[in-house]
């Protein structure tokens, strides 16, 4: 079966999925959900904030290097606008990981706004988290038993990149991907 990355993508917290799509969508299966951490380094090092943000890239660029292998497609959550300019780069840097993952590895990045997940998931665009993670709960069996190492205060990112998948599976790309 056709495998999918999702990806929530963010600097010090990345969430990841990977989905596995059938011919029959009841048969598609959630195959994993995680999220990549990555940490400021102690200021007592005194390292420099560009030097710090480049080792954090690399830290997240070789495990979506892992996490890629064997992939069809990338789905993520599209970029919001960040509150500030040191979001903003950290934001385009892990872009730029994503980008440069997909042109090696030879696949498309499919990408869903937030407003088109909540309605794609729950029907309604002021959906909040909880219910996102309520309905796919529901819909998929497999998620609460892959979740259940992950702290609780970070299930929002390995969730919003399973429903990035989700919302793009009525990409052209997906559709023809499934019939496969």
């Known amino acids: 079966m056709p495998k999918v990355l999702g990806l929530d993508p963010g600097f010090g917290k990345c969430g990841y999925s990977i989905f596995e799509v059938d011919k029959d969508p009841k048969e598609d299966t959630v195959v994993e959900l995680g999220v990549i951490k990555t940490s400021k380094s ?23 290097w892992k996490l890629s292998h064997g992939v069809s497609a990338i789905c993520a959550e599209s970029m919001s606008f960040p509150r500030n300019s040191s ?13 440069a993952i997909a042109v090696r590895r030879q696949v498309p990045v499919l990408q869903a706004t937030p407003q088109e997940i ?13 219910a996102i993670q309520e309905k796919l709960n529901d819909t998929y ?15 929002e990112h390995p969730y919003d990149s399973l429903a990035s998948i989700i919302t793009c599976l009525d990409s052209p790309y997906l559709k023809l991907l499934r019939n496969t």
């Open 42 to 64: 102690n200021k007592k090092r005194k390292i420099l904030a560009a030097d710090d943000n480049l080792d954090r890239a690399s830290e997240i660029a070789k495990k979506l």
């Open 87 to 99: 979001t903003a780069a950290k934001m385009a840097m892990c872009w730029g990981i994503v980008a």
């Open 118 to 130: 909540k309605k794609c998931i729950c029907s309604d665009k002021t959906a909040s988290k909880e």
């Open 141 to 155: 069996k497999e998620c609460p038993g892959l979740v259940s190492k992950i702290a609780k205060g970070q299930l």
